[in-house]
Structures are given as structure tokens and as C-alpha cells.
């Protein structure tokens, strides 16, 4: 398992479970969002952003403008330094008034964040507030989280320090447990974190949790990967082996995702964690001579067949062979693709390789 750094805001999930690692590959997209909104509540420029997200902004910075009345100091992105874990964090937000520091830090997610009173990234902030800054009494840390309609308040005193530096330090202790000296038994898969983390593909305990699924699910008896992660597979044997596991599991997520809606649907539950949504039904004209004849006033016929998107080689030959006579079908076929691709207008995509099971 690799070990990566820790920041103010990955020490939650280091605490619940000592192994966490960011994950490189992980989506981006939430955060690119989120580095956009938090630029444009530090430079008050709202170009570019839908009308959503600058409502967001806007009620960030409409919550501070009181704030920033009569302040000795007003700064934005402000750097500093998080003691023990000795990383750089920054403040969205530091307004100092009357030897309080207010910190506070924009959330943008749909979901909302720990109380600002227990939150680690909090207490972080505090804490190098009180340690960095002397003159400071009180540091009072506010989450405005604006999607989800909420703020959340801590505050903390040079009284707090010693608690703030423990819990610190006892996040590291047990990192370094499991990094340094292998112990497994501290860490504590959940839900919550494993799908963000970049070791789940080589952790230890995640397998277990898994093969437990993958023996109570098999119709058969299982064998199992002598090691976890598929990269440290040398044989084909043990290549094979791990693909039989996998068809067993995806087996398992696919019934666990239908029997759960069921669940809901059916039998009217509810089930922690989850609520219901609604895609809409794919749209799809099946009379494109009826819609072009609809439209012919409002678009020209390039504008439509364009609007119409790719056209189906398999359609198009099916049609062809349709036409053609006994014995003919394949020759028309052939020359139709042979015509196509002199013109230049076929394309086709890359072959798609997979593994099927062998039966037998
Ligand atoms: S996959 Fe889960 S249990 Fe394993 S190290 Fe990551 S967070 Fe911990």
C-alpha cells in the first residue's frame, strides 16, 4: 500500500481509517468546480460561472460583508503553516477583528461537512492560527457550505491547544502503525472512505471484506488469489483465478443494486444513505421523414441530417442486403463498404477486447 502525505482536509479520513491514501486517479470534477467557485469568491469575479454557481458565490460573499466592516485585517487565500502534520493550508477567508480570527472556508459540495466544532480540517486551521499568530486570543472557524443552506461555527482558545495537538498526533501515531510496522488490524473499511482511497485496489482488508461476499455468493466453491492486487498476478493461473472472483462479484454489486431498488420501490422502504432519483427516458423520433417533413421550414436538409447524428454501417447494410438478390447479399454488402470508404466517410472505431468465459 503507498503512503501519501497528509493536508488539513485528508486528516478525517486518515483518522477514520489509518491507511487512507489520496487517490491520483480519482474524478476531478467536484473539486476543478470547487477551485473555480473559491477564485471567484477571492477576486469577485463572476465570468464564466453558470447562474447556479454564482448564486453560490453570491451568498458566500454576501455573508461576509458584514464581517469585513470595521476589521483589522481582511485576507483572502491566506497561507500558513499546520503544525505537525507541517503542511501549508489555506484560509479562504481571515478576518482578524479585536484579536479574534475568523477562518473561514468556503464548501462548496451538496453534501454537508462536520461540524466546524469536531471538524480535523478545522481544528487544523485553528490550531495554526493560535500556535502562528500570538497576539490572536480567539479563533472562531466557520464553514459556509451555501448548497447545502449552512454554516457551522467553532471556536477555540489557546485553552484548546494541548486536545487540538493530541488528536493530531494520534492520527499520525496510527498511520505510522500501519505503514511502518503493518498493522493491518487498524485499518477500518467503510463505505464512506474506501471508494476515495488510493490503496483500495492493493488493501488488505478490502479484499477480505470481499472474498467474505465472493464465498457466501458463488454457487461454488471459490479458490482465491494468493495476493490481492492483479499486478503481482505472474501465472495464468492466477490470472484466471482472479477473473472467476470478479465475474462472482460483479454478479453480487448488479443483484445488490436491483434488489435494493426493488426494495424501494416495491415495498415502499428507505434505505439510509440513499434516496431515490429519476433520469429521464431516452427521447428518440422513430419517423425521421415525418420529423424532417415537420421541420423542413425551420431547418435545411443539412442542418436536419446533421442534427441527426452518425449513421448505423450495420443499419445501412442490412438495408442494402434487403434489396439484394439470393446468392448477392454479401457481394452488395461488400460494396457498399468498399464505396463508402473510397469516399472517405466511413469510420471505424477501434476493435474492443475482452475475456469470455470459456465453457466446459
Ligand atoms: S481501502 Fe479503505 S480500509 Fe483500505 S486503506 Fe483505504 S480507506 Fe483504509
Same mark, same amino acid.
Given at each position: 500500500?503507498?503512503?501519501? $502525505?497528509?493536508?488539513?482536509?485528508?486528516?478525517?479520513?486518515?483518522?477514520?481509517?489509518?491507511?487512507?491514501?489520496?487517490?491520483?486517479?480519482?474524478?476531478?470534477?467536484?473539486?476543478?468546480?470547487?477551485?473555480?467557485?473559491?477564485?471567484?469568491?477571492?477576486?469577485?469575479?463572476?465570468? $464564466?460561472?453558470?447562474?447556479?454557481?454564482?448564486?453560490?458565490?453570491?451568498?458566500?460573499?454576501?455573508?461576509?460583508?458584514?464581517?469585513?466592516?470595521?476589521?483589522?485585517?481582511?485576507?483572502?487565500?491566506?497561507?500558513?503553516?499546520?503544525?505537525?502534520?507541517?503542511?501549508? $493550508?489555506?484560509?479562504?477567508?481571515?478576518?482578524?477583528?479585536?484579536?479574534?480570527?475568523?477562518?473561514?472556508?468556503?464548501?462548496?459540495?451538496?453534501?454537508?461537512?462536520?461540524?466546524?466544532?469536531?471538524?480535523?480540517?478545522?481544528?487544523? *486551521?485553528?490550531?495554526?492560527?493560535?500556535?502562528?499568530?500570538?497576539?490572536?486570543?480567539?479563533?472562531?472557524?466557520?464553514?459556509?457550505?451555501?448548497?447545502?443552506?449552512?454554516?457551522?461555527?467553532?471556536?477555540?482558545?489557546?485553552?484548546?491547544?494541548?486536545?487540538?495537538?493530541?488528536?493530531?498526533?494520534?492520527?499520525?501515531?496510527?498511520? &505510522? &502503525?500501519?505503514?511502518?510496522?503493518?498493522?493491518?488490524?487498524?485499518?477500518?473499511?467503510?463505505?464512506?472512505?474506501?471508494?476515495?482511497?488510493?490503496?483500495?485496489?492493493?488493501?488488505?482488508?478490502?479484499?477480505?471484506?470481499?472474498?467474505?461476499?465472493?464465498?457466501?455468493?458463488?454457487?461454488?466453491?471459490?479458490?482465491?488469489?494468493?495476493?490481492?492486487?492483479?499486478?503481482?498476478?505472474?501465472?495464468?493461473?492466477?490470472?484466471?483465478?482472479?477473473?472467476?472472483?470478479?465475474? +462472482?462479484?460483479?454478479?453480487?454489486?448488479?443483484?445488490?443494486?436491483?434488489?435494493?431498488?426493488?426494495?424501494?420501490?416495491?415495498? $415502499?422502504?428507505?434505505?439510509?444513505?440513499?434516496?431515490?432519483?429519476?433520469?429521464?427516458?431516452?427521447?428518440?423520433?422513430?419517423?425521421?421523414?415525418?420529423? *424532417?417533413?415537420?421541420?423542413?421550414?425551420?431547418?435545411?436538409?443539412?442542418?436536419?441530417?446533421?442534427?441527426?447524428?452518425? +449513421?448505423?454501417?450495420?443499419?445501412?447494410?442490412?438495408?442494402?442486403? &434487403?434489396?439484394?438478390?439470393?446468392?448477392?447479399?454479401?457481394?452488395?454488402?461488400?460494396?457498399?463498404?468498399?464505396?463508402?470508404?473510397?469516399?472517405?466517410?466511413?469510420?471505424?472505431?477501434?476493435?474492443?477486447?475482452?475475456?469470455?468465459? +470459456?465453457?466446459?
Amino acid at each position: 500500500m503507498k503512503q501519501t $502525505g497528509i493536508t488539513a482536509s485528508g486528516l478525517k479520513y486518515a483518522e477514520i481509517c489509518p491507511g487512507f491514501s489520496n487517490d491520483s486517479d480519482g474524478d476531478t470534477v467536484a473539486a476543478d468546480e470547487g477551485k473555480l467557485l473559491h477564485k471567484a469568491c477571492e477576486t469577485g469575479d463572476l465570468t $464564466g460561472l453558470t447562474d447556479e454557481q454564482k448564486e453560490q458565490v453570491e451568498k458566500c460573499l454576501g455573508f461576509i460583508a458584514p464581517m469585513v466592516a470595521g476589521a483589522d485585517r481582511d485576507l483572502r487565500e491566506q497561507e500558513m503553516r499546520v503544525p505537525i502534520i507541517n503542511r501549508r $493550508g489555506i484560509v479562504d477567508r481571515l478576518i482578524i477583528k479585536n484579536r479574534t480570527a475568523y477562518a473561514i472556508d468556503w464548501k462548496f459540495g451538496r453534501n454537508p461537512v462536520d461540524d466546524a466544532e469536531i471538524n480535523n480540517q478545522g481544528q487544523a *486551521y485553528a490550531l495554526a492560527l493560535l500556535k502562528g499568530m500570538p497576539d490572536i486570543e480567539r479563533v472562531v472557524v466557520l464553514f459556509v457550505s451555501p448548497r447545502c443552506n449552512d454554516i457551522s461555527k467553532g471556536e477555540f482558545t489557546q485553552a484548546d491547544v494541548p486536545r487540538l495537538e493530541t488528536r493530531i498526533m494520534t492520527i499520525l501515531a496510527r498511520r &505510522a &502503525a500501519v505503514f511502518e510496522e503493518a498493522r493491518e488490524d487498524l485499518l477500518n473499511p467503510t463505505d464512506e472512505i474506501c471508494r476515495y482511497c488510493g490503496n483500495r485496489g492493493t488493501c488488505p482488508a478490502l479484499y477480505s471484506k470481499a472474498l467474505v461476499v465472493a464465498q457466501n455468493y458463488a454457487d461454488t466453491q471459490l479458490d482465491i488469489p494468493p495476493k490481492f492486487h492483479p499486478s503481482t498476478w505472474t501465472t495464468p493461473e492466477e490470472h484466471s483465478i482472479g477473473r472467476r472472483l470478479a465475474l +462472482v462479484l460483479e454478479k453480487w454489486v448488479e443483484s445488490v443494486k436491483s434488489h435494493n431498488l426493488q426494495f424501494v420501490m416495491d415495498a $415502499g422502504q428507505t434505505i439510509p444513505g440513499f434516496e431515490m432519483k429519476t433520469k429521464s427516458g431516452k427521447r428518440e423520433i422513430r419517423d425521421t421523414l415525418a420529423a *424532417y417533413a415537420a421541420l423542413k421550414d425551420d431547418l435545411t436538409v443539412e442542418e436536419f441530417l446533421a442534427a441527426c447524428g452518425p +449513421v448505423s454501417m450495420t443499419k445501412l447494410e442490412e438495408a442494402v442486403a &434487403a434489396r439484394a438478390k439470393r446468392g448477392e447479399k454479401s457481394k452488395r454488402k461488400e460494396a457498399l463498404y468498399e464505396r463508402l470508404t473510397d469516399m472517405g466517410i466511413l469510420e471505424t472505431g477501434r476493435d474492443v477486447y475482452y475475456l469470455a468465459r +470459456v465453457r466446459g
